[in-house]
């Protein structure tokens, strides 16, 4: 690593690893946001003002794409608090409204197993995104994920089981 390529808050992190690893960021982010492209740039472009700033501190606990994807998921989950927040606020104030909910874009490819991943619990589908679109181990998913690795490989197994089923019952075979 260069000096000159350094961040001054964070000496671990270089801008050249950022990236490197900012198209799968930026896919984490898109998943974390509902496929909605303006928020996934709000939240990657969030995660690396935090790691700039050095309110979010790399210390070579894990690797930086592992940090990176956590420092992503807490924004998403707190952005996502502060707006079911204000989604009750606007509830209790509009009683017998029918509120509009947005479904996410259903990907083309694939659609029986997308729409069988989406059925699963939410932490079985985010270790199942993590592992096979966003190419972690099952450990680096678990701490993305803020969970232990024995939860993260029992999610794991779970939704292998779960998913096997559901495809199975639809008439879609896969080999273990």
């Not at 989406?118 to 803020?146: N, Y």
């Amino acid at each position: 690593m260069r000096d000159n390529d350094v961040l001054d808050k964070n000496p671990h992190v270089s801008r050249s690893a950022l990236e490197a690893i900012h198209g799968q960021v930026f896919g984490w982010a898109l998943s974390r946001s509902d496929n909605n492209p303006a928020v996934a740039e709000d939240l990657v472009q969030q995660a690396y003002v935090e790691l700039l700033t050095g309110k979010a501190r790399f210390d070579n606990r894990s690797s930086l794409k592992t940090f990176v994807f956590s420092v992503v998921q807490n924004l998403a989950r707190s952005r996502y608090r502060r707006i079911a927040s204000r989604l009750r606020l606007v509830q209790a104030s509009s009683h017998g409204r029918e509120d509009d909910a947005v479904s996410p874009m259903e990907p083309d490819d694939n659609a029986e197993v997308w729409s069988a991943v989406k059925a699963l619990p939410s932490r079985q589908r985010d270790i199942v995104e993590l592992v096979f679109c966003r190419d972690m181990t099952v450990d680096a998913a678990s701490r993305v994920m803020g969970i232990t690795a024995g939860s993260g490989r029992v999610h794991y197994d779970r939704a292998k089981k779960a998913l096997k089923v559901r495809l199975a019952d639809r008439g879609v075979w896969i080999d273990d």
